[in-house]
T-cell receptor
Framework: DTGVSQNPRHKITKRGQNVTFRCDPI?????LYWYRQTLGQGPEFLTYFQNEAQLEKSRLLSDRFSAERPKGSFSTLEIQRTEQGDSAMYLC???????????FGEGSRLTVL | KQEVTQIPAALSVPEGENLVLNCSFT??????LQWFRQDPGKGLTSLLLIQSSQREQTSGRLNASLDKSSGRSTLYIAASQPGDSATYLCAVGPYNQGGKLIFGQGTELSVKP
């Protein structure tokens, strides 16, 4: 069990650029979740997948955000035309089922200058 | 709308003390409740998962309780150590919401040697 893996761990970009984060869940987990966390706050839900299907998107996920899980394994979260307000830690989690324990990765920290 | 509150926001105790962290939630219709630990700049580490049918879970020096009817959970840490210093997050899994978790803002714990 290698755990949930996220890359890159830290991304610094200029406002207006596009960034993409990758998440590799625990291999037998069919649920994958994306969260965003800002300093001093708890994580906020963004979206989740069951296998390759994206089943829910939060209102926090503006049109500039898109997430995919093309083969039901790894997932990507892309942010287009980044803004300074996008600076946060982006966390990925996976679980075996809908009521199972969530396991989180180490997160990808985004800094938008 | 489910809301999760953690009190206190920060806590400082001397090494060796037993302590209790509190979590409250507004809607008792939950699948489960999960406690996490987060070190600065890191991801979340799952500590304990309590299913809605359970009253408590124990792991080593940690004990978590759940009272769904009153919308409360506590995390008890026995014989605290400096290595326990971290932010502790409580999260609830609402019914029919795909297994996602709703987080509190966390309690920042500092254990002084």
């Amino acid at each position: 069990d290698t755990g949930v893996s996220q890359n890159p761990r830290h991304k610094i970009t200029k406002r207006g650029q596009n960034v993409t984060f990758r998440c590799d869940p625990i291999s037998e987990h069919n649920r994958l979740y994306w969260y965003r966390q800002t300093l001093g706050q708890g994580p906020e839900f963004l979206t989740y997948f069951q296998n390759e299907a994206q089943l829910e998107k939060s209102r926090l996920l503006s049109d500039r955000f898109s997430a995919e899980r093309p083969k039901g394994s790894f997932s990507t979260l892309e942010i287009q035309r980044t803004e300074q307000g996008d600076s946060a830690m982006y966390l990925c989690a996976s679980s075996r089922s809908g009521a199972g324990e969530l396991f989180f990765g180490e997160g990808s920290r985004l800094t938008v200058l | 709308k489910q809301e999760v509150t953690q009190i206190p926001a920060a806590l400082s105790v001397p090494e060796g003390e037993n302590l209790v962290l509190n979590c409250s939630f507004t809607d008792s219709a939950i699948y489960n409740l999960q406690w996490f630990r987060q070190d600065p700049g890191k991801g979340l580490t799952s500590l304990l998962l309590i299913q809605s049918s359970q009253r408590e879970q124990t792991s080593g020096r940690l004990n978590a309780s759940l009272d769904k009817s009153s919308g409360r959970s506590t995390l008890y840490i026995a014989a605290s150590q400096p290595g326990d210093s971290a932010t502790y997050l409580c999260a609830v899994g609402p019914y029919n919401q795909g297994g996602k978790l709703i987080f509190g803002q966390g309690t920042e714990l500092s254990v002084k040697p």
